[in-house]
């Protein structure tokens, strides 16, 4: 039996991915979570209050964590293991007038581990966690390779005493700008995964995502951007493979007057067979 993940998106999306057999992963930081990446910092803000030797370094240590979380991108195409679920028909298919496609959850993974040039994932198939006892967990190894450097003062400016000699304050100088490049890197490892957990306010998603690795900045030549209500977003494309019968089924909104004849017409005309369209359960008007 195929294991199926569930995108839900407005009818303008679904003949797109249909059509041209590509997604688009998105800015997730123009998601409709306005915490989205910034959750990590509560989760890391926690550790600190857990470890006795940077408790009371927490500003500290958050401050410099919002260079990361302020600074950084990820993209991604969102997906629920729901199916015909209310919430979602809101909040992502245009109040119920769009589509539920089902993606096969084996193809998904299959797309993401393609790699670039330099032998890397393009993207990840993750599961977002939002228990907050499981994501302190997953920084908790990380975390603790940052606390020496932390308790050494790398992560404040180095200042000069009036006891020391030019040549004792520079060769202090050196040691604390090698070690603040070394906490740099160990915290950017850190908050590697700040798009793969989430407000525990949002379980009820049960949202896995295909994400590309988070990037420093968006001027790279193959990523694009597209016009929405109120802003330009960021994206990347991915290209499905239709051999692999990436589209398991499709659902009409509730909203939407589409009739499973014509859109099954439609998946047929694309090159995808054997998909499963159904009209939505879901009772909203």
């Not at 629920?80 to 993974?109: P, T």
């Amino acid at each position: 039996m195929r294991d199926v993940l569930y995108h839900y998106c407005s009818t303008e999306a679904f003949e797109s991915i249909v059509r041209h057999g590509t997604i688009r992963l998105s800015s997730l930081v123009l998601s409709n979570d306005t915490m989205e990446g910034k959750w990590l910092r509560k989760v890391i803000g926690d550790l600190c209050d857990l470890t006795p030797a940077v408790r009371f370094r927490r500003d500290e240590v958050s401050s410099y964590i919002d260079i990361f979380v302020n600074n950084m991108d990820g993209l991604g195409f969102c997906l629920s293991k729901h199916e015909d679920m209310l919430s979602q028909w809101r909040g992502y298919a245009n109040d119920a007038r769009g589509f539920c496609i089902g993606f096969d959850k084996d193809v998904l993974r299959k797309t993401g581990e393609k790699v670039d040039s330099e032998g890397m994932p393009i993207f990840r198939l993750r599961k977002v966690e939002y228990d907050l006892r499981r994501q302190t967990e997953m920084l908790r190894p990380m975390f603790d390779d940052i606390v020496p450097a932390v308790e050494k003062g790398y992560l404040r400016p180095v200042l000069q005493n009036l006891i020391e000699t030019d040549e004792e304050y520079e060769k202090r100088s050196k040691e604390h700008r090698e070690g603040s490049r070394g906490v740099f890197l160990k915290m950017l490892l850190m908050t590697s995964p700040m798009f793969e957990m989430k407000n525990p306010a949002f379980r009820e998603e049960g949202e896995f995502r295909l994400v590309t690795p988070v990037m420093h900045e968006l001027d790279q030549p193959d990523v694009d951007f597209r016009p929405a209500v109120d802003r330009l977003v960021p994206f990347r494309t991915a290209a499905l493979d239709k051999d692999d019968n990436p589209i398991v089924s499709v659902t009409i909104g509730p909203k939407n007057i589409s009739s499973k004849d014509v859109v099954g017409s439609f998946l047929r005309r694309m090159g995808y067979r054997d998909v499963a369209v159904k009209q939505s359960e879901a009772t909203y008007r």
